[in-house]
């Protein structure tokens, strides 16, 4: 069906644009934690039988990814700012020339080859052997407390480290830390990684796939149109993959490639000494440039969604997610991708503009201002709260404090009066409690006070039996 201006209406509702065309900010670049050459600087450090053993690990894909070209923080802006609004958890959709595409677990699996099944159900803890509870960490660095990731590439290529099944370990402590789990941009060992690892078949065999891929969907979705309105983006997690998963896609992006770091963040650590050293001259990135055009023409070859070996789309159970929601437009989406509909612009609409954005910043920072307002409202009605009962303790010590008085002087005057008068043993005072302190009512705890005084009162009582007697 065809709308009056000429151009085709999609036959089912579909997913909006999350910024309106053109409108899409202009942004800088991505910066992601994982940097370009850490793969391949970790694995020069080592030697061809160490690389072999990674190689058949479910790590071994990542040795074919060193070769390929490095993430475009330029690229990866530009793509980000062209997202298709979807409320499913776990998915991200983006549009290039015309043509959506879907990020998922299941293709941030096929293109990574990281193990991205579902995380093994807990077994009973076994009870702990305190001999056998020592910290791993100790065993694999020693005295050291904190240990970046530089650090361990420069022991594996000196050679401190001999022991072969320590330096495989270092080694896969190295690509979690720095290219699958990055959350720095100076990475350093995990004390958890470090004590998973005491068994290395265990350690990988976990899913690591998953845990990046939830690190990173998160990061993407958290970035709304006003963060994605800042020049520099931080992601966290595998960041290469989602350019991965494009330019599988999109093969005419590769068709252009340009030698350096000018085309995005590569090679800006943003951090400190302790980042790992980048092999300037011999990364690839992808032109953005030629992205864009590529982009603006409209007219290349997309897959909207990478085909298995089967040649198939369908999400393997391994892959789905319980807590997933349902969206209607994305369903009616996959549907016409399986008919091999010919998508273009003019099927997605809406957005927000540069302005609708301005306006939604506005808006927010004046939320956090009354937010601000009223917690320095809450907290002046606390400090009133605490210093009213303070008072009241005080005046309650000065109370108590005038019933121990009374009580010593009627407790004298009955030693007194036993002195003239022989009588049978007679029932005598305890012993007068000390006098309270007064106390912080903000930091500390006292008896309640409808205890103190009827501990005063029958204290009192007592004493007048005694004077009577």
């Given at each position: 069906?065809?709308?009056?201006?000429?151009?085709?209406?999609?036959?089912?509702?579909?997913?909006?644009?999350?910024?309106?065309?053109?409108?899409?900010?202009?942004?800088?670049?991505?910066?992601?934690?994982h940097k370009a050459g850490a793969i391949r600087e970790i694995?020069?450090?080592?030697?061809?039988?160490?690389?072999?053993?990674?190689?058949?690990?479910?790590?071994?894909?990542?040795?074919?990814?060193?070769?390929?070209?490095?993430?475009?923080?330029?690229?990866?802006?530009?793509?980000?700012?062209?997202?298709?609004?979807?409320?499913?958890?776990?998915?991200?959709?983006?549009?290039?020339?015309?043509?959506?595409?879907?990020?998922?677990?299941?293709?941030?699996?096929?293109?990574?080859?990281?193990?991205?099944?579902?995380?093994?159900?807990?077994?009973?803890?076994?009870?702990?052997?305190?001999?056998?509870?020592?910290?791993?960490?100790?065993?694999?660095?020693?005295?050291?407390?904190?240990?970046?990731?530089?650090?361990?590439?420069?022991?594996?290529?000196?050679?401190?480290?001999?022991?072969?099944?320590?330096?495989?370990?270092?080694?896969?402590?190295?690509?979690?830390s720095a290219v699958i789990l990055p959350t720095t941009h100076?990475?350093?060992?995990?004390?958890?990684?470090?004590?998973?690892?005491?068994?290395?078949?265990?350690?990988?065999?976990?899913?690591?796939?998953?845990?990046?891929?939830?690190?990173?969907?998160?990061?993407?979705?958290?970035?709304?149109?006003?963060?994605?309105?800042?020049?520099?983006?931080?992601?966290?997690?595998?960041?290469?993959?989602?350019?991965?998963?494009?330019?599988?896609?999109?093969?005419?992006?590769?068709?252009?490639?340009?030698?350096?770091?000018?085309?995005?963040?590569d090679g800006e650590t943003g951090g400190d000494d302790n980042?790992?050293?980048?092999?300037?001259?011999?990364?690839?990135?992808?032109?953005?440039?030629?992205?864009?055009?590529?982009?603006?023409?409209?007219?290349?070859?997309?897959?909207?969604?990478?085909?298995?070996?089967?040649?198939?789309?369908?999400?393997?159970?391994?892959?789905?997610?319980?807590?997933?929601?349902?969206?209607?437009?994305?369903?009616?989406?996959?549907?016409?991708?399986?008919?091999?509909?010919?998508?273009?612009?003019?099927?997605?609409?809406?957005?927000?503009?540069?302005?609708?954005?301005?306006?939604?910043?506005?808006?927010?920072?004046?939320?956090?201002?009354?937010?601000?307002?009223?917690?320095?409202?809450?907290?002046?009605?606390?400090?009133?709260?605490?210093?009213?009962?303070?008072?009241?303790?005080?005046?309650?010590?000065?109370?108590?404090?005038?019933?121990?008085?009374?009580?010593?002087?009627?407790?004298?005057?009955?030693?007194?009066?036993?002195?003239?008068?022989?009588?049978?043993?007679?029932?005598?005072?305890?012993?007068?409690?000390?006098?309270?302190?007064?106390?912080?009512?903000?930091?500390?705890?006292?008896?309640?006070?409808?205890?103190?005084?009827?501990?005063?009162?029958?204290?009192?009582?007592?004493?007048?039996?005694?004077?009577?007697?």
């Amino acid at each position: 069906m065809e709308k009056p201006d000429g151009t085709r209406r999609p036959p089912c509702r579909l997913p909006e644009r999350l910024f309106a065309v053109g409108e899409e900010p202009a942004g800088v670049r991505v910066t992601p934690y994982h940097k370009a050459g850490a793969i391949r600087e970790i694995l020069n450090a080592l030697d061809p039988a160490e690389v072999d053993h990674i190689r058949s690990s479910p790590f071994g894909r990542l040795i074919e990814i060193a070769d390929k070209p490095s993430f475009s923080g330029r690229f990866g802006r530009y793509i980000l700012s062209r997202q298709l609004k979807v409320f499913k958890k776990h998915e991200a959709w983006f549009l290039f020339a015309g043509k959506p595409i879907r990020f998922s677990i299941r293709e941030f699996a096929m293109v990574t080859g990281l193990n991205c099944s579902k995380f093994p159900k807990r077994g009973k803890k076994k009870s702990r052997n305190f001999m056998e509870d020592k910290p791993y960490w100790g065993e694999l660095f020693r005295s050291l407390r904190e240990v970046p990731v530089s650090s361990v590439v420069k022991m594996l290529a000196k050679k401190t480290v001999v022991d072969r099944d320590i330096r495989l370990k270092y080694a896969y402590l190295a690509l979690v830390s720095a290219v699958i789990l990055p959350t720095t941009h100076a990475p350093r060992i995990s004390v958890e990684y470090a004590e998973m690892i005491k068994d290395l078949d265990t350690f990988l065999a976990h899913p690591w796939g998953r845990v990046s891929f939830e690190m990173l969907i998160s990061s993407i979705k958290e970035r709304k149109e006003v963060s994605l309105l800042q020049n520099t983006i931080a992601l966290k997690g595998f960041v290469l993959a989602l350019q991965l998963v494009i330019v599988e896609c999109v093969p005419a992006l590769t068709e252009v490639v340009q030698d350096g770091s000018s085309s995005g963040s590569d090679g800006e650590t943003g951090g400190d000494d302790n980042t790992l050293e980048m092999e300037k001259g011999e990364r690839r990135n992808i032109s953005p440039g030629h992205a864009r055009d590529t982009d603006a023409a409209g007219k290349a070859i997309v897959e909207s969604i990478l085909l298995d070996a089967n040649g198939e789309i369908t999400v393997p159970e391994v892959y789905q997610w319980s807590d997933d929601e349902d969206d209607g437009s994305v369903s009616n989406m996959v549907g016409l991708i399986e008919q091999r509909y010919g998508f273009s612009n003019d099927c997605f609409v809406g957005g927000a503009t540069i302005q609708d954005v301005i306006k939604m910043r506005e808006e927010s920072k004046a939320e956090i201002d009354d937010f601000q307002l009223l917690h320095g409202s809450i907290s002046t009605i606390q400090e009133s709260s605490n210093g009213f009962t303070e008072t009241i303790l005080v005046n309650i010590n000065e109370v108590f404090g005038m019933v121990q008085d009374k009580a010593r002087a009627i407790k004298t005057l009955s030693d007194q009066i036993s002195k003239f008068t022989p009588t049978p043993a007679v029932a005598t005072v305890d012993s007068v409690p000390p006098r309270p302190k007064v106390v912080n009512a903000g930091t500390q705890t006292i008896d309640d006070s409808t205890d103190i005084i009827g501990k005063a009162i029958n204290f009192a009582n007592r004493s007048s039996v005694i004077s009577t007697d």
